[in-house]
């Protein structure tokens, strides 16, 4: 139990453009989702909180703008990055909870923005 | 913010061998976890600690969080060559996890 999922695995875009990521909890309600972003050979960095069918909560240094937070039900939340840049490339990892605080991870998504 | 230091930043091993890693923090966490990481990979739970002192064992991995809350080691006894991974510590408050900057295990060539 407890399965998160993330679509799609890897995505390749053109600079100024705009990439959505989806997340989802497969066998739970995810009252609560989270978005982190990892650079290469670094440590989770925690870009947004999400409560279902409320507005996202950005982390200090994160363009709310920017980084599109949509959690319309309790089993999805998106997460798009607008006019993308190279610098916007890393891998994007979200988890999902329930009530009972503990995080299940997604797989990641790996953006690369050419 | 909240800042957690992890050490080694890497580490070798040889198949057989006990590793062991470890994690403070100027904060108090009520939870601390420990998870793995592959390459491409979402991190993994390994080892959740809910009390100071505590000390879980899971397998052939065994954490302690501090008597302070603000530390916490892992171990990993008779290494095998799946050990191979990224390790990170994470606190929790609330409903956040701080994460550590990780251990990097390798096996030696």
């Known amino acids: 139990g407890a399965v998160v999922s993330q679509h799609p695995s890897w995505v390749i875009c053109k600079s100024g453009t705009s990439v959505k990521i989806e997340c989802r909890s497969l066998?739970?309600?995810?009252?609560?989702m989270f978005w982190y972003r990892q650079f290469p050979k670094q440590s989770l960095m925690l870009m947004a909180t999400?409560?279902?069918?409320?507005?996202?909560?950005?982390e200090q240094g994160v363009e709310k703008d920017k980084f599109l937070i949509n959690h319309a039900s309790l089993t999805l939340s998106t997460l798009t990055v607008t006019s993308a840049h190279p610098e916007d490339s890393s891998f994007y990892i979200c988890?999902?909870?329930?009530?009972?605080?503990?995080?299940?991870f997604g797989p990641g998504t790996r953006l690369t923005v050419l | 913010g909240q800042q957690l230091n992890q050490s080694p930043q890497s580490m070798f091993i040889q198949e057989g061998e006990d590793v062991s890693m470890n994690c403070t923090s100027s904060?108090?966490?009520?939870?601390w976890l420990w998870y793995k990481q592959d390459p491409g990979e979402g991190p993994v739970l390994l080892i959740a600690?809910?009390?100071?002192?505590e000390l879980t064992s899971n397998g052939r991995l065994t954490a302690q969080f501090g008597i302070t809350r603000k530390d916490s080691f892992l171990n990993i006894s008779a290494s095998i060559p799946s050990d191979v991974g990224i390790y990170f510590c994470?606190?929790?408050?609330?409903?956040?996890?701080?994460f550590g900057g990780g251990t990097r295990v390798l096996v030696k060539p």
């Open positions: 988890s999902a909870s329930a009530d009972t605080d503990t995080q299940y």
């Open positions: 066998d739970f309600q995810a009252t609560t």
């Open positions: 999400s409560n279902e069918g409320s507005k996202a909560t950005y």
């Open positions: 904060s108090i966490f009520n939870t």
């Open positions: 600690l809910y009390k100071a002192g």
């Open positions: 994470a606190g929790q408050a609330g409903n956040k996890l701080t």
